[in-house]
């Protein structure tokens, strides 16, 4: 598998699972909306300042994103380990926003409960078939 490959994979999946670590030491998995942008090695999320996982990833940055496809008679699934940025600036608040993020943010695009998280994919697990290609996204 490609690093090529493995952003399509990515881009195609409806849904992703996002890991943080608590307050104890403990992972913390969530499923989030597809990523609004995939951009190089990097991958943007929407969510909401007020939400755990923020001061989770602002107090440890160590995070992990799951993509998964199931078929009929195949999986496969994309585990990728980086770090998340929370991001807060205006003008990466304009470039993920969408219209229809109005119904979740009341003050829309400036609204302060809105914020983007950045993921720095620094490698993959892929599986398919039950075989595992390890694939390096740092560069």
Known sequence: MEKEQIFQFISEQKTAFIASVNEQGYPVIRA?????????????FTTNTSSNKIRQYSANNKACVYFYKRGRFKYQGATIVGEMEVCTDQKTK???????????????VT?????????KCKSAEYYCDFKIDFVDLSN
């Open 94 to 108: 304009d470039e993920i926003w969408r219209p229809g993020d109005k119904m979740f943010y009341k003050l829309g």
């Open 111 to 119: 609204d302060p409960d809105y914020c983007v998280l950045k993921f």
């Open 32 to 44: 989030m909306l597809a990523p609004r942008k995939i951009e190089g090695n990097e991958i943007y």
